[in-house]
């Protein structure tokens, strides 16, 4: 054997060795970081198995430890392993937030634990923070986000609704009622109830929010005085208005400094929606806490144009303008819908409002909306009406870093894997790649070696 083909059997050794030495390097680093690092992507068609963003605001802006006990057994004749199920639900919210703390007891084992705790079914849970606590008996992402909310809310907020003059009402099952709308209100941790000052009195101090949708009837001028006095005393406000008199309410617009144009608001760009020309479709909004970053579309039944009058005392916002291909309709809809520029008054138009201003060292709220139908129980889940009535109301309260949080459809199906079915694919990356790797680089080595 020459002394070329021994250096050339050594240099080939030599690659050789440190390939392999590389090859088994890499390997392990792989090996330590995928036991050390846990790494996921959602590829789901609506991250159904991730937070929604809202909820991750809403754990973010939680300062302070979250602490869940979950009251479930390990098996279930229906559902199976709901320790397993509910662990990897709440797993969400500990990958955002470290200090959300998660403990299981076992009924069946601590009967008495659960007895204290009041749970009557298998897989409840207690949610604890900053001192106040709620029990969920269903565990989704909408009723635990919900739960959270109520606990971060400061305080009770109390949501008035005027009533006895034929107002809609917060916890009527009409269709122009506003039930659902405060059954929604309910579930983001507000307190509501209905009020007639002819009866009661002054309003409650307490009130977080006053809400006048539509009344019937002329308001008694003690009444009147009433929600003026509240108004100066600076009381927030939600006024609903439709297209019909004002019933004694002339004097609140006044003060409010508001032009109410008569007339219906028409919409053409309503019909691409199969809805009627009469309403007035939401997608144009104000630079407004109640807007920031709301991208939808909303939709306003039988509007009328709202104009804040320029002044020295309220910060005025156009909240919401409709119509810009449209008009107002100042004629009878019933002997046909046509725009007449000498009666009618093209769009775009203001349809919603607020207002704002420094009273007695604090900031008063006030909100105008030019149909009380955009939260009735017929028109509720149009659009993202929903949304956009709890965030007014949120900002109302002075708690509009609160969000509102709705389910997300389900388009696609979970890919659940077992436990053997995972192991085949641990150990076929981890171990049985990178063997097979290493072989052929053996062989390859082998068979320089023989030429």
């Known amino acids: 054997m020459t ?25 392990g680093m792989l090996g330590h970081l995928a036991w050390e690092t846990r790494v996921q992507w959602d590829v789901s068609q609506n991250a159904r198995n991730s937070l929604s963003p809202a909820s991750v605001d809403v754990l973010e802006k939680l300062d302070g430890p979250i602490t869940v006990t979950v009251y479930a057994s390990a098996q279930d004749a229906q559902l199976g392993n709901v320790s397993r199920i509910i662990r990897e639900f709440l797993s969400l919210y500990q990958r955002v937030k470290p200090d959300f703390t998660v403990a299981f007891i076992d009924p069946g084992e601590q009967p ?12 409840e849970m207690v949610v604890e923070f900053n001192g106040r606590r709620e029990k969920l008996s269903t565990f989704n992402e909408q009723a635990l986000t919900n739960a959270l909310m109520r606990l971060a809310r400061s305080g009770e907020k109390l949501i008035l609704a005027l009533a006895g003059h034929g107002e809609r009402k917060l916890d009527g099952i009409a269709s122009r009622d506003l039930g659902e709308f405060g059954k929604q209100l309910m579930t983001k941790g507000f307190n509501t109830r209905s009020v007639n000052p002819a009866i009661t009195g002054d309003l409650p101090p307490e009130t977080a929010v006053l809400v006048i949708s ?53 919409d053409p760009q309503a019909q691409q929606l199969k809805a009627p020309i009469t309403f007035a479709l939401g997608a144009n909004y104000g630079h407004h806490p109640v807007t920031h970053n709301f991208d939808y579309i909303t939709l306003f039944p039988f509007a009328r144009q709202i104009t804040v009058n320029e002044n020295e005392e309220w910060h005025a916002v156009s909240l919401v303008e409709a119509a810009q291909g449209g008009w107002v309709e100042t004629g009878n809809l019933s002997t046909g819908i046509n725009f007449d520029p000498m009666y009618d008054i093209s769009g775009p138009v203001s349809i919603a409002a607020t207002l704002s201003r420094a009273l007695q060292d604090r900031e008063q709220r006030i909100a105008v909306i030019g149909s009380g139908y955009f939260l009735a129980n017929a028109y ?60 052929s680089g053996v062989i390859i080595w082998w068979k320089r070696k023989r030429r």
């Open 3 to 27: 002394t070329v083909n021994v250096g050339r059997r050594l240099r080939w050794l030599l690659q050789n060795s440190i390939f392999v030495v590389l090859l088994i390097s890499v390997a």
């Open 380 to 439: 509720l889940g149009h659009g993202k009406n929903l949304d956009f009535g709890i965030n007014l109301v949120n900002w109302l309260a002075g708690d509009e870093e609160l969000i509102t949080i709705q389910p997300r459809a389900t388009l696609d199906s979970n890919l659940e894997l077992s436990e053997s079915m995972l192991m085949v694919i641990v150990w076929g990356f981890l171990i049985v790649l990178p063997l097979f790797f290493l072989a």
């Open 112 to 123: 008495q634990l659960a007895h204290e705790a009041g749970i009557q079914f298998n897989g």
């Open 214 to 266: 539509s009344p019937q009837v002329a308001l008694p001028e003690a009444v009147v005085d009433q929600l003026l006095a509240y108004l100066a005393g600076g009381g927030n406000l939600l006024w609903l208005l439709d297209q019909e008199p004002l019933n004694g309410l002339q004097p609140l617009a006044e003060k409010l400094e508001l032009t109410l144009t008569p007339g219906v608001v028409v």
